[in-house]
Each structure stands twice: as C-alpha cells, then as structure tokens.
Nanobody, 129 residues
Framework: QARLVESGGGLVQPGGSLRLSCAASGGTLNTGVMAWFRQAPGKERSLVAAIRWMGGGYNTRYADSLKGRFTISGDKAKDSVNLQMNNLQSEDTAVYSC????????????????????WGQGTQVTVSS
C-alpha cells in the first residue's frame, strides 16, 4: 500500500520558521483530505491543520490555538501537502505526522485521527529555548 513520507523537520530557535512537506510513496491515494497532526511526549495527538478537496476547490481547518501562525497547502493530484510554520514557540515542539484519507470528511470529523487511513512516520520539530 501507499505510504506517506514527511520531510522538513529539525531544530529551530523561538521565532523561527520551518516548512514541512508530505507526499505519498508507492501508490496513488485518490485523496479527499490530508492533515497534519502533532504529538508531544505525554500529550495526546492533536490536529494542527487539514485540507479538504471537493471538486475543483478546497477548504482548510486549523487548530484555534495556532492563531494563524501555521498555513497548510497542498496538491490533490500529487497527494502532497505542506505546512508552513512561522513564529515557532517552545510549546510547538512535537513529532509532526502527515495523514490522509480518500474519503471526504465533514468539518467536525477532520480533526479525529481515527478517520485517517494513511500516516507518515513523523518528523521531529524541536524549538529551543
């Protein structure tokens, strides 16, 4: 089956920026929704952002706590998605994972990890103090 592969994580100082990328490898997903989740040690996995394609358009959802610092973009035809992260803070330190499903999720389900069928291995983002 197809897998998702993330890249772009690393170590950055507070206030810095990183751009994460994710793309399918080994197959075509016919993607309906792709998303970024993150998980810090001792905490639950939580939604960062998601993008949903319908017809020729798309819409997005963000975690309220990010307050516009993060921007998701992607290409349905390429089964790829990016996450631009600006003004990073120490509390953003986590493993960031890419997820995808071929189904079109309603807005209220886009932040539920169990709705996604494909996951990447995760990429570490560390924001130093």
């Amino acid at each position: 089956q197809a897998r998702l592969v993330e890249s772009g994580g690393g170590l950055v100082q507070p206030g810095g920026s990183l751009r994460l990328s994710c793309a399918a490898s080994g197959g075509t997903l016919n993607t309906g929704v792709m998303a970024w989740f993150r998980q810090a040690p001792g905490k639950e996995r939580s939604l960062v952002a998601a993008i949903r394609w319908m017809g020729g358009g798309y819409n997005t959802r963000y975690a309220d706590s990010l307050k516009g610092r993060f921007t998701i973009s992607g290409d349905k035809a390429k089964d790829s998605v990016n996450l631009q992260m600006n003004n990073l803070q120490s509390e953003d330190t986590a493993v960031y994972s890419c997820a995808a499903t071929s189904r079109t999720l309603i807005t209220g389900r886009m932040g539920v990890p169990s709705e996604y069928d494909y996951w990447g291995q995760g990429t570490q983002v560390t924001v130093s103090s």
